[in-house]
Nanobody, 115 residues
Framework: QVHVVETGGGLVETGGSLRLSCIVSGRTDELHTMVWFRQAPSRDFVAAIR??????YYADSVKGRFTISRDSAKNIMYLQMNSLKPEDTAIYYC??????????WGQGTQVTVSS
């Protein structure tokens, strides 16, 4: 089963940008989807990407502002967040879905958007 670690959180002003990274370690041959969720206070879906095809999916609340991408050669997934709003403040978690295994979660990274 893969292991994932998030980096890139921080404090930013309203309208600013941040890029989160999710570093994947371990064998990725069974990896099919990577996801971003955020928690504040409930854990809500943000975006997902199919590891092989690169197809992407977004929550309505972030469409047009956030972009999910991956570099499969480096085993890194990204979340570029632009036009940030105070309501984007949350702990952001990345998750990895593999065939035949439960989702692997990272430890989370805090994003705080000041008004």
């Amino acid at each position: 089963q893969v292991h994932v670690v998030e980096t890139g959180g921080g404090l930013v002003e309203t309208g600013g940008s941040l890029r989160l990274s999710c570093i994947v370690s371990g064998r990725t041959d069974e990896l099919h989807t990577m996801v971003w969720f955020r928690q504040a206070p409930s854990r809500d879906f943000v975006a997902a990407i199919r590891w092989v095809s690169g197809d992407t999916y977004y929550a309505d609340s972030v469409k047009g502002r956030f972009t999910i991408s991956r570099d499969s050669a480096k085993n890194i997934m990204y979340l570029q967040m632009n036009s940030l709003k105070p309501e984007d403040t949350a702990i952001y978690y990345c998750g990895a879905d593999e065939n035949g295994a439960p989702r692997s979660w990272g430890q989370g990274t805090q994003v705080t958007v000041s008004s």
